[in-house]
C-alpha cells in the first residue's frame, strides 16, 4: 500500500534527519496519522498518541534497539504527557528541557527551527512551569528521551489532574480490557437492589467481578451463567466455540477465574461451572 | 532506578505512610505565619518554607516536600496554583496513584 510505504520511510529516516523534520512542526506527524488511518489493517497501533506518565516511558521495553517501544504490551510512537520543567539547557540545534511529572524524569528535546519567523516566536517556557508535550519517544546511545512535536505551558492546573486520570484509563484499558458498557451499568444497579430477572441478575453477577479479571474472563463467566447446562457446567473448547475464542485464551482466563474462586472444576480439570453460595 | 525521583502524590491522611519521604500535595493555604504554613489538603498539614516559598492564603498551591517524623513538610519546592483548581480531581488522582501505583512510583 502506497500509504505505508510513506510510513515505513518515515519512521527509519536517520536520526538527525528526522530530528528536523520534526523541528518543522506538528505536519509531519500529523499528515502520517491521516494518511495511515484508512489503511487501518498493517499499520494498526502504529501511529498512536497515547497519554502517559513518565514512569511509564521509563518503564517502557524495547525489545531490540531501533524496534518501537511497547507499554502495558502496545506499540507506542507518539506519546503526550505532562510535566515539570526541573532544568533547561540550549544548544544551537535543539533545546533539552528535563521535565518531571512526580512519577519520574525524562529529558525532552525540541529541535529548532532555523527558518522561524523570530517576530512570531512564542516565549520561552521557564523552570517551574508545567508543560503539556507532544512528541514521539527516542533512544539514543542507551538514553531516553521524547523529541518533542509540540510543548505549550498548562495554564489550568486541573489539566494536569485530567492528564494523569486519562493516563490510568488508557493503562487500564490495555492492561484489563475496555470497561463495561454504560447499558450494562444501569443494569448493574436494578441488580443490585433485586435479584429478579435473569437479564438483570446476569449483568449484576458480572459487574460484581474483581478489577483484575479481564475482557475473555468476563466473557467467559457470563456465559456460564447464562448458558443453560446441567450440573457439570460447560467445557473448555464448549465456552471457546460458542465464544469465538482460542481455546488457550480461554484456558488463561479460566485460570484466573479458578484462582479468584468464582469458577470451580467439574468432572475434570477442564469442565467449569459457575461457584455460587 | 526512577525511585528517587518520583514523588508520589498524596493528602494528608496518607503521610503517616510515606515517612522521610520526598512527596507531592496539593492543599488549599489556610494560615501563613512565617515560613510556616497550614494547608487543608483533605485534612490540615503543617508546611514549613523555604526562603523561594511564596503563597497567598486562600490560594491552592502544590508542594513538593519530605515528610518529616512529626508529619510536617519540610517544603522542597512550592508553586502557587491560584483559586481555580478541582480538588475532587485532586484526590481522584491521589486514588488512582496508590491504586495503580505501577504507573505512577515505586516502592
Do not use: C
Not at chain 1, 258 to 268: M, Q, W
Not at chain 2, 5 to 30: D, Q
Amino acid at each position: 500500500m502506497a500509504n505505508y510505504g510513506y510510513g515505513g520511510g518515515y519512521s527509519t529516516t536517520s536520526y538527525g534527519a528526522q530530528g528536523g523534520a520534526e523541528g518543522g512542526g506538528f505536519m509531519g506527524g500529523s499528515q502520517q496519522g491521516s494518511q495511515d488511518s484508512p489503511g487501518g489493517s498493517r499499520t494498526y497501533g502504529k501511529d498512536t498518541l497515547r497519554p502517559v506518565t513518565i514512569k511509564q516511558i521509563i518503564d517502557a521495553v524495547q525489545p531490540h534497539p531501533d524496534s518501537d517501544f511497547k507499554i502495558d504490551g502496545s506499540e507506542v510512537t507518539q506519546v503526550t504527557f505532562v510535566g515539570q520543567i526541573n532544568s533547561i539547557s540550549s544548544q544551537t540545534t535543539n533545546t533539552t528541557y528535563k521535565v518531571d511529572d512526580g512519577t519520574g524524569l525524562i529529558e525532552v528535546k525540541q529541535w529548532i527551527d532555523s527558518d522561524a519567523d523570530a517576530t512570531t516566536a512564542k516565549p520561552q517556557p521557564k523552570e517551574g512551569e508545567y508543560l503539556r508535550v507532544f512528541g514521539r519517544l527516542k533512544a539514543f546511545n542507551n538514553k531516553r528521551h521524547v523529541a518533542a512535536h509540540v510543548i505549550r505551558p498548562i495554564a489550568d492546573y486541573n489539566e494536569v489532574n485530567y492528564h494523569l486520570l486519562e493516563a490510568t484509563a488508557v493503562h487500564l484499558y490495555f492492561t484489563q480490557g475496555p470497561p463495561e458498557g454504560v447499558a450494562n451499568g444501569v443494569k448493574q444497579e436494578g441488580g443490585m437492589f433485586v435479584d429478579a430477572g435473569v437479564g438483570n441478575g446476569v449483568a449484576a453477577k458480572g459487574g460484581k467481578l474483581p478489577p483484575k479479571i479481564t475482557g475473555v474472563g468476563r466473557k467467559v463467566y457470563e456465559l456460564l451463567q447464562s448458558e443453560p447446562q446441567n450440573n457439570e457446567g460447560l467445557h473448555v473448547n464448549m465456552i471457546a466455540q460458542k465464544l469465538g475464542v482460542p481455546s488457550n485464551e480461554v484456558f488463561k482466563a479460566g485460570d484466573v477465574l479458578l484462582g479468584e474462586g468464582l469458577i470451580y472444576t467439574t468432572v475434570d480439570d477442564e469442565t467449569w461451572a459457575v461457584l455460587e453460595y | 532506578m526512577a525511585d528517587p525521583l518520583s514523588t508520589p502524590r498524596l493528602t494528608s491522611p496518607h503521610l503517616e505512610h510515606f515517612p522521610s519521604r520526598t512527596i507531592r500535595l496539593v492543599g488549599r493555604v489556610t494560615l501563613l505565619r512565617g515560613d510556616v504554613a497550614t494547608l487543608d489538603s483533605d485534612g490540615a498539614v503543617t508546611a514549613h518554607l523555604n526562603r523561594d516559598s511564596h503563597l497567598t492564603v486562600g490560594n491552592w498551591v502544590e508542594v513538593v516536600g519530605k515528610v518529616n517524623g512529626d508529619l510536617s513538610l519540610r517544603v522542597l519546592v512550592s508553586r502557587d496554583l491560584g483559586r481555580d483548581v478541582d480538588f475532587e480531581a485532586v484526590k481522584a488522582v491521589v486514588d488512582a496513584t496508590h491504586r495503580y501505583k505501577e504507573i505512577f512510583y515505586s516502592e
